[in-house]
């Protein structure tokens, strides 16, 4: 084994490395993204027993299970996107898998999201974040730190008005510069989608989606235990199902930190 392969499971057994979950738990009260209801909706989740060690399997418990495919802590690949639908490799199955793993810079902005639940990460506090913690590598995930994820009930999760939801995201301004300035795998964050609550209403809408998947960049959706991260220096890795063109997928994402 490369010394590099043999250190990391010897600080792991150690414990000066520990892995962390970032995943949100999976069932029937999930919540989903609401859409207008022009457009057609995303199923949550249903889970029925095919058997349980009774009659129709008397040794064996399994589920069948039913979902859209951005349900719960989700990956969202570059063709769930009109803007990279064209790409080469851009869906679940034909993104090298290579691309699943990478640095994380997570960026803390819970204070600017408990006075402002529409916060949106400006290029001007993303270079703020740079200059204290480094330049964001190529090939990083950003996650956006916003606490979102301790909201437990779906009510304050969605966190809808009648003017649609309220939640936070990215500038889009700041999209373009992650995708094309630093050329990061993707970003992550803590709501139900990468884009802000009230991102359908932007010019154009839906700004971080367009972008980032137009350059081939890859979302994470519904992440929790970020604050169990440094600013640099984790490895967050996040493979979603090989769905043959799949648009996107649940999936356990996790990260090794220091601890
Ligand atoms: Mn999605």
């Known amino acids: 084994m490369s010394g590099v392969l043999t250190q990391l499971v010897d600080e792991l057994n150690r414990g000066t490395l520990k892995v962390v979950d970032l995943t949100q738990p999976l069932g029937p009260s999930t919540p989903v ?11 949550g989740m249903t889970i029925d027993v095919i058997s349980k060690y009774d009659d129709k399997g ?5 589920n069948t299970i039913r979902m859209g495919e951005h349900t719960g802590t989700h990956f969202d690949a570059p063709i ?6 064209d790409l080469p490799n851009n ?10 793993v990478g640095p994380a810079c997570v960026i803390d902005v819970t204070g600017d999201v408990s006075r402002d639940p529409d916060f949106l990460l400006t290029p001007e506090r993303l270079e703020e974040w740079e200059a204290e913690h480094g330049r964001i590598p190529g090939g990083a995930w950003v996650l956006l730190r916003t606490g979102w994820s301790r909201r437990s009930d ?14 936070p995201g990215f500038d889009a301004r700041t999209s373009k510069v992650l995708a094309e300035g630093r050329d990061v795998l993707g970003v992550g964050v803590e709501t139900i989608g990468t884009d802000a609550g009230q991102a359908g209403t932007f010019d154009p809408p839906f700004p971080n989606h367009a972008t ?10 519904s992440l929790c235990n970020l604050h ?7 490895i967050v890795i996040a493979a979603p199902l090989k769905i ?14 220091p601890a």
């Not at 980032?212 to 959706?221: D, P, S, T, V």
């Open 244 to 257: 043959v063109n799949g648009s996107g997928s649940p999936l356990r994402v996790i990260a090794i930190t």
């Open 80 to 85: 769930h996107w009109i803007t990279g639908k």
């Open 58 to 62: 008397p040794a064996w418990y399994w």
């Open 212 to 221: 980032m998947h137009g350059a081939g960049k890859i979302g994470l959706a």
């Open 228 to 234: 169990q991260l440094p600013p640099t220096g984790a």
């Open 154 to 167: 779906v009510a304050s999760f969605i966190n809808a008005r009648e003017d649609g939801p309220h939640s």
């Open 91 to 100: 869906a679940c199955d034909t993104i090298p898998v290579s691309r699943f």
């Open 33 to 43: 993204i609401g859409l207008p209801p022009i457009f057609a909706s995303s199923p």
